[in-house]
């Protein structure tokens, strides 16, 4: 339905998804430690999301362009409405892993605890 370049252009992005996605999945079992499969996955995840939502993005356009129907401009809206919630959402899981990983630099466990003021 759509033109030759634009399925080219589709099919690539869906093929760099792929390859980020399993970047993703080979750095949460690669890694010891979870600040850096954190680290890893979110950015190899964040590449994938945003290559198969452009694809998306692409797709109805072209197919917008060429039907004017307007199922498509609606498929779009929903696409970067999805980014939109899944990109809010990774920031603060993102945030709380980092919470609960975040370490005490050694100066601040050697120091002693401040004496309790008393009036």
């Not at 994938?48 to 362009?65: K, N, P």
């Not at 809206?77 to 990109?87: A, E, Q, S, Y």
Request: proline share 6%; charged share 15%; hydrophobic share 55%.
């Amino acid at each position: 339905m759509s033109s030759l370049p634009a399925d080219l252009i589709i099919w690539t992005l869906l093929f760099i998804s792929i390859v980020f996605g399993g970047l993703a999945l080979m750095g949460l079992f690669l890694f010891p430690d979870t600040r850096s499969r954190m680290f890893t996955a979110f950015r190899a995840v964040a590449i994938s999301l945003g290559a198969v939502a452009f694809a998306v993005v692409i797709y109805g356009y072209i197919l917008f362009m060429t039907t004017g129907s307007d199922q498509y401009p609606a498929l779009i809206l929903r696409t970067l409405f999805l980014v939109f919630v899944l990109t809010a959402g990774t920031w603060v899981m993102y945030g709380i892993i980092r919470a609960w990983t975040r370490r005490e630099s050694p100066e601040a466990s050697c120091r002693t605890p401040p004496e309790p003021k008393t009036e």
